[in-house]
Each structure stands twice: as structure tokens, then as C-alpha cells.
């Protein structure tokens, strides 16, 4: 029902912003050294600049300049890097928000592991957002999420819970094989940036 969905937004946004708080990068860093690195094409400065220019901890906040970055670098691969573009997205930060995006982001990053990405995959399955509805699917995914055993696999279990109370014995048990077998596959490579992709956002950023 919509009061239930509602519980499951409001629960899921409360787990992600805390999830992506806790990840962001520590300390002051080097944002010349950052820029730099990022303008040679490496990935994870790229991610690292991007989370500055999207917390404006130690740099002028620019939400437009980290999305681009998110982007790049999730084009070439890296999970966190997906997760984040897929929230922005999400939320409109930096982009159009458009639910059909932050899906498919998600959905990339939750195929390398990511556990945010997952479980906000299953929230979009679950409700619908930027596709249709698949509650096995949802059910799997939250499932995936909930087996990392950490901090956050709690009250994911709570969600699974909720999730498999709406479903048929079969699809349960259909959901949590699904999740039994799921390996995650890597699918960044370390390739060098190209000039369309420099050309795109780093005059900006410089």
C-alpha cells in the first residue's frame, strides 16, 4: 500500500545517505594533485575529485563538474563511481534526475557488488522506479544486499522481510536462490582517459 511504500523510501533514504557519508573520502586531500591525476586519466582521483567537488568540504561545491566526473569514470568501469552517478540521478544532483538512469546505474554497480547499489536496486524493482515492477528480483537483490554482513546487512533483513510478506512461497524461494547464485563480476579496466571524454569536462575543472 502507499504507506508502506512511503516507510520504504523514507527507510532507504536514511540508509544511503548514511552509507554514502561514511564512504566518502577522510581528511584534507591534495585537490591540485587530485586534478591532476584526474586529468591523466586516473579513476579513482577522478571519483575522489568528484566526491570533494559534491561535499564542498575542502573545494568549491560543484555538483554539475562531479557528476561529469562520476561519469567518466563509471563509463570506464568503477562501481563506486556508478553508485554515485546512479544517486545523482536519483536525487537531480548535478543532472536531470531520471529514474531510468539511476536504475541502470545502480543495477551495473550492484552486478560488481556494491551493497548501497543493491539494495536501492531492489527498492526500484520493488516500487517500480525507472522500470517495472519485478518483486523476485527486488526480493533477490535485497536478499544480495542483506548477505554482506555488516553494519547495513541489519536492517536490510528487516526489508527482505517486508518484501517477501506480499509473495508466494514459490517466489521466495525462487528469490533466494536467485541470490544464492549471484557472484559478483568486476568490470572496470584500467584504460587511459580518451580526448572526446577530456575534452567533455576537464576544461572545467582546470
Not at 25 to 53: M, T
Not at 54 to 66: C, R
Not at 101 to 116: C, H, I, N, V
Request: some cysteine.
Amino acid at each position: 500500500n502507499s504507506n508502506l511504500k512511503t516507510s520504504i523510501i523514507a527507510f532507504l533514504a536514511s540508509v544511503l545517505l548514511l552509507t554514502a557519508a561514511s564512504s566518502m573520502s577522510a581528511g584534507a586531500p591534495d585537490i591540485s594533485e587530485l586534478r591532476r591525476k584526474a586529468q591523466s586519466g586516473d579513476v579513482d582521483a577522478q571519483v575522489k575529485l568528484a566526491d570533494e567537488l559534491q561535499s564542498g568540504e575542502n573545494v568549491t561545491p560543484d555538483s554539475k563538474q562531479a557528476a561529469k566526473l562520476y561519469l567518466s569514470a563509471a563509463q570506464k568501469g568503477d562501481a563506486t563511481a556508478q553508485k554515485r552517478l546512479a544517486m545523482a540521478y536519483d536525487s537531480g544532483q548535478g543532472v536531470v534526475q531520471s529514474d531510468a538512469e539511476a536504475r541502470k546505474w545502480y543495477e551495473r554497480s550492484a552486478l560488481q557488488g556494491d551493497q548501497t547499489a543493491q539494495f536501492a536496486l531492489a527498492l526500484m524493482l520493488q516500487l517500480g522506479k525507472g522500470g517495472t515492477t519485478n518483486a523476485i528480483e527486488a526480493l533477490k537483490w535485497c536478499e544480495v544486499a542483506a548477505s554482506h554482513g555488516n553494519a547495513m546487512s541489519a536492517p536490510v533483513v528487516g526489508f527482505c522481510s517486508t518484501l517477501a510478506l506480499d509473495m508466494s512461497t514459490n517466489e521466495v524461494a525462487m528469490a533466494k536462490r536467485l541470490a544464492a547464485e549471484f557472484i559478483p563480476k568486476t568490470e572496470r579496466k584500467p584504460t587511459p582517459l580518451d580526448s572526446t571524454t577530456r575534452q567533455m569536462f576537464l576544461d572545467d575543472i582546470e
